[in-house]
Antibody, heavy 114, light 108 residues
Framework: QVVETGGGLIQPGGSLRLSCAASGFFVSSNYMSWVRQAPGKGLEWVSVIYSAGSTYYADSVKGRFTISRDKSKNTVFLQMNSLRAEDTAMYYC??????????WGKGTTVTVSS | EIVLTQSPGTLSLSPGERATLSCRASQSISSSFLAWYQQKPGQAPRLLIYGASSSATGIPDRFSGSGSGTDFTLTISRLEPEDFAVYYCQQYGSSPRTFGQGTKVEIK
């Protein structure tokens, strides 16, 4: 399973780091993705980190968000900078089996508002 | 990027009825790299189908997926009360991964 933490209320322009702790598998041996869902809206893929370490981002967050992982903690992170109101969403972490996502966390809520 | 369009937006059916959900892609999806997810209110998405037609672990056999190229279908053969939810398709044949806007299956 995966458990996300780190969400909260943040002002526009601020930064937040989300964490995704995995158990039962190694994040370093898998692809791991972040997917978000704005209130009342659909799912939007945000970022992925491959087992080899390559990272990719949606255009909407490129240059502002950074995905990384800590092998020793079996945890994946999403560093979010220059946050905007449109980044307000539930953020889900998921194990990514080369494209589709089979293990999802319950999510952590990020609210960007002054 | 590949745009996925799901139809209908809402499907109103009774328990026991058959549900047919459509997902159409703006361009062909390579190797049928399409997945379906179910999401209930307040819950995370749950993987149902991957590779267009392969069932995920533990998914009841009333759920089935089909299609190729640009047209894909999720079929629920006989709706159970727990199947009323929102369903999303997602493609992973082309970067970036993209989701459809969802189809809500509601009780008639």
């Amino acid at each position: 399973q995966v458990v996300e933490t780190g969400g909260g209320l943040i002002q526009p322009g601020g930064s937040l780091r989300l964490s995704c702790a995995a158990s039962g598998f190694f994040v370093s041996s898998n692809y791991m993705s972040w997917v978000r869902q704005a209130p009342g809206k659909g799912l939007e893929w945000v970022s992925v980190i491959y087992s080899a370490g390559s990272t990719y981002y949606a255009d909407s967050v490129k240059g502002r968000f950074t995905i990384s992982r800590d092998k020793s903690k079996n945890t994946v992170f999403l560093q979010m900078n220059s946050l905007r109101a449109e980044d307000t969403a539930m953020y889900y972490c998921a194990r990514d089996l080369a494209g589709y996502m089979d293990v999802w966390g319950k999510g952590t809520t990020v609210t960007v508002s002054s | 990027e590949i745009v996925l369009t799901q139809s209908p937006g809402t499907l109103s059916l009774s328990p026991g009825e058959r549900a047919t959900l459509s997902c159409r892609a703006s361009q062909s999806i390579s190797s049928s790299f399409l997945a379906w997810y179910q999401q209930k209110p307040g819950q995370a998405p749950r993987l149902l189908i991957y590779g267009a037609s392969s069932s995920a672990t533990g998914i009841p056999d009333r759920f089935s997926g089909s299609g190729s190229g640009t047209d894909f279908t999720l079929t629920i053969s006989r709706l159970e009360p727990e199947d009323f939810a929102v369903y999303y398709c997602q493609q992973y044949g082309s970067s970036p991964r993209t989701f459809g806007q969802g189809t809500k299956v509601e009780i008639k």
